[in-house]
C-alpha cells in the first residue's frame, strides 16, 4: 500500500515528497501528551526514537552514571588498563599512536593529559595520511618499539597484523573499528566492534573507548588506595570526538555529548578555548558547532598540514602556544575548503555522470587531495542518499574513503571486498571507511562493492523523500517549547533533529547575500515566525519563495533559537516548501 503525502505533498518546490510519522506514530504521542503533559512536538520526538511515556522524564534528563557501561563488559579491557598503570608505575617509556583525525586526536589528547595529571609524559606519533596513510606501519612501529616499553594505538590497530608484530615490545590497542576474524598480536585489544564482541557498544568511537579505559584504570587505582586524575573533565574531548566522528547519538553517547558539551562551555580547556576564539565562537557550544565549526579545524591538520597539530592542540596546556597552534590550523581549513571545492565539483560532474540512482554513487580522480576525499563523499551521500566513495589516484594506486547512510554497514562491505582481493586494504565502521586500491580493480572493486552495498537496501530509499516529524502552528512555537524539544537531544547522527510542518502559511522573502533567503511567516491569526534558507538560491526554492505572488505556502524545516544581538529567537531553518 502506498503512504499518502504528508499534506499531500507529493512533489515539493525541491522535487521531493514529503512523508509524516503515521496513524500509529500519532496516537503514541497523544497517549503520552496526556500521561506526561509534554507538548505534542516534544511528544512526537520522543516517539520518533522510540521512548516510551514512563522513560520520557529519564530521557529527557539523562545521568551519565546511569548509562554509562561497565567497562569490563569489553573483552580485554581488564588486561589493557593495568599494562597501561604497570608502565606508568614503572615509568616506562610509552608511545601513542593515533589516527589523525578528530576522534585519534582527541584520544591522543585524553591519554596524554590523563599521563600529565599522574607526573608522567608519552610520545605522541600520527602518520602523515599521504607518506604513510592510515594505521600503524611496519618502519614506525620498528621505531617506536625500539624507543619504548609500550605502544598504545588509538582509532587504529585492529587490523595491523604485521606492524605490532613487528614493533617488538607490548602494543595495546583502542579502537572502534570492525574487526576481522582474527586479532592482531597485541597485549590487549579493547573494541566494541571486535568479531567476538556483543555488539551493545558498537556506537562508541575511539575517545569514548579510551574513556571507559580510564574508567577501569581508576578504578584499579582506587582499589590500591589512590586518587586518579578527574575524568568528568575530560567530557569535552569525548563529546568533540563522538560528534565529529558521525557515532550514533545514541545511548552512553547521548550523555557524553550532552556533559561533554557543559563542560565545554566552562571554557577550561586551554586549546579548545584558543580553537573556539579562532573560529569566532561567541556562543555555548553546541553538536552543530562540534561537526561543522570546531571539528574541521581540528581536522585540517592531519588533512593538508602537520599531522600531529589537532592532537597537540587538544592536549596544549600553554595559552600561547595553543593560539598559534588554533591560528595554524584556521589557516590549514581555509586551505582545505579551496582544496574541497575543486575535487566536490569534478566528483559530483562525474557521479551525476555514472548516474546517481545507483547503491553506491562514486568518483575517482588523477591527483585528488587524499586529504578531502572523505568530505567530498560525504558531500557525495547528502546529494544522492546513497553510500558514496570518492578515489584520489597517483601512480597507478588509489587511496578513498566512503560514507554511508543510515541502516547500510559500508565497513563490513568493504572489508569484504578487500578480503575478495579487489582492494590493497579497507576497513572501518558502519557509517565511513578507507580503502586503497589499484587503478586497474577499480571499477570492478566498486562494482562488487554496489552489489554488497544493494543487497543491504542501499539505493532502495530515494533522495526525494522527506521526512516530517509533526505540524504545528506558529502561535504555538516559542524559546520554551525549543528548550524542551532541545532536552530530547543532542541530535545528529542515528538522532536527527525534528523536523517540522507549517501548512498554509502567507509568506515574505527577501534576499540574503547571493545565495541565501530571509523570510517571515504567518497563518493570519497570530504572531509571524522568522525563517532562513541558506542556499536557496543555488535550487528553485529561492526563487519561488522569493516572488510567492498569491500563493500560500506549505514549509518544513528545523527549528532552532537564534541569538544576536543580546536577543533570543525563535527562527526556522527552512528546508523545503510547497504550494499549498
Not at 515528497?17 to 507538548?39: F, K, N, S
Request: with cysteine; proline share 6%; hydrophobic share 45%.
Amino acid at each position: 500500500m502506498t503512504t499518502r503525502a504528508f499534506l499531500d505533498v507529493s512533489q515539493s518546490l525541491t522535487g521531493r515528497r514529503w512523508v509524516g510519522p503515521g496513524l500509529e506514530a500519532d496516537r503514541q504521542a497523544e497517549a503520552m501528551a496526556q500521561i506526561t503533559r509534554l507538548p505534542m512536538a516534544v511528544c512526537h520526538t520522543l516517539v520518533s526514537r522510540g521512548v516510551p511515556p514512563e522513560e520520557a522524564g529519564g530521557f529527557l534528563n539523562p545521568a551519565l552514571r546511569d548509562l554509562l557501561p561497565d567497562p569490563l563488559s569489553l573483552r580485554d579491557m581488564e588486561r589493557a588498563a593495568a599494562r597501561f598503570l604497570a608502565a606508568v608505575h614503572a615509568r616506562q617509556r610509552i608511545a601513542i599512536f593515533a589516527d589523525y583525525d578528530v576522534d585519534g586526536g582527541a584520544s591522543a589528547a585524553l591519554l596524554t593529559i590523563w599521563l600529565r595529571a599522574m607526573g608522567a609524559a608519552a610520545t605522541l606519533y600520527i602518520p602523515d595520511r599521504i607518506d604513510e596513510g592510515y594505521g600503524p606501519n611496519v618502519p614506525a612501529m620498528q621505531a617506536l618499539g625500539a624507543a619504548h616499553e609500550l605502544i598504545i594505538c588509538v582509532d587504529c590497530g585492529t587490523l595491523s597484523h604485521e606492524p605490532i608484530a613487528a614493533a617488538g615490545c607490548d602494543v595495546v590497542v583502542l579502537d572502534h573499528h570492525l574487526g576481522a576474524e582474527t586479532l592482531p598480536p597485541a597485549y590487549a585489544v579493547v573494541n566494541p566492534n571486535r568479531q567476538d564482541e556483543t555488539g551493545d557498544l558498537a556506537h562508541l568511537c575511539a575517545a569514548g573507548v579510551v574513556f571507559l579505559m580510564l574508567v577501569e584504570a581508576n578504578r584499579q587505582l582506587r582499589a590500591k588506595g589512590v586518587q586518579g586524575p578527574d575524568l568528568m573533565s575530560l567530557l569535552d574531548l569525548v563529546a568533540l570526538a563522538t560528534v565529529a566522528d558521525v557515532a550514533p547519538l545514541i545511548g552512553v553517547n547521548r550523555a557524553f555529548v550532552r556533559q561533554g558539551l557543559k563542560v565545554m562551555a566552562r571554557r577550561e580547556r586551554v586549546g579548545l578555548r584558543a580553537l573556539a576564539d579562532v573560529s569566532r565562537m561567541d556562543q555555548a557550544p553546541t553538536p552543530y558547532a562540534l561537526g561543522f565549526v570546531l571539528g574541521p579545524r581540528v581536522n585540517a591538520g592531519g588533512r593538508i598540514g602537520q599531522a600531529d597539530l589537532g592532537a597537540r592542540l587538544l592536549a596544549c596546556d600553554n595559552p600561547a602556544e595553543a593560539a598559534a597552534m588554533a591560528a595554524r590550523l584556521d589557516e590549514l581549513n581555509s586551505e582545505r575548503r579551496e582544496i574541497t571545492e575543486a575535487v566536490r565539483e569534478a566528483a559530483m560532474a562525474q557521479a551525476e555522470a555514472r548516474g546517481l540512482d545507483g547503491p553506491l554513487v562514486w568518483a575517482a580522480g588523477e591527483g585528488w587531495h587524499p586529504g578531502v576525499v572523505g568530505i567530498v563523499a560525504a558531500r557525495l551521500k547528502e546529494a544522492s542518499h546513497r553510500p558514496a566513495v570518492v578515489i584520489g589516484l597517483e601512480g597507478g594506486i588509489g587511496k578513498g574513503s566512503a560514507r554511508s547512510i543510515s541502516g547500510v554497514d559500508l565497513g563490513a562491505a568493504v572489508q569484504r571486498v578487500a578480503a575478495e582481493g579487489l582492494l590493497i586494504k579497507g576497513g572501518g565502521h558502519k557509517m565511513a571507511a578507507g580503502l586503497t586500491v589499484a587503478e586497474e580493480k577499480m571499477e570492478a572493486a566498486m562494482a562488487r562493492l554496489g552489489e554488497l552495498l544493494a543487497r543491504q537496501g542501499a539505493g532502495t530509499e530515494g533522495p526525494r523523500d522527506l521526512g516530517i516529524d509533526s505540524l504545528l502552528m506558529p502561535s504555538a512555537v516559542t524559546p520554551a517549547l525549543i528548550e524542551q524539544i532541545e532536552a530530547a537531544g543532542p541530535f545528529g547522527a542515528a538522532a536527527p533533529a525534528p523536523r517540522f510542518a507549517f501548512a498554509n502559511m502567507a509568506v515574505q522573502a527577501r534576499r540574503m547575500g547571493e545565495t541565501h533567503l530571509r523570510l517571515s511567516f504567518g497563518d493570519g491569526t497570530g504572531p509571524k515566525l522568522e525563517a532562513v534558507a541558506f542556499g536557496a538560491f543555488d535550487g528553485p526554492l529561492g526563487p519561488a519563495l522569493d516572488t510567492p505572488g498569491h500563493h500560500r505556502f506549505h514549509l518544513a524545516g528545523r527549528l532552532e533559537l537564534n541569538h544576536w544581538g543580546g536577543r533570543t529567537k525563535v527562527q526556522l531553518r527552512l528546508e523545503d516548501a510547497a504550494i499549498a
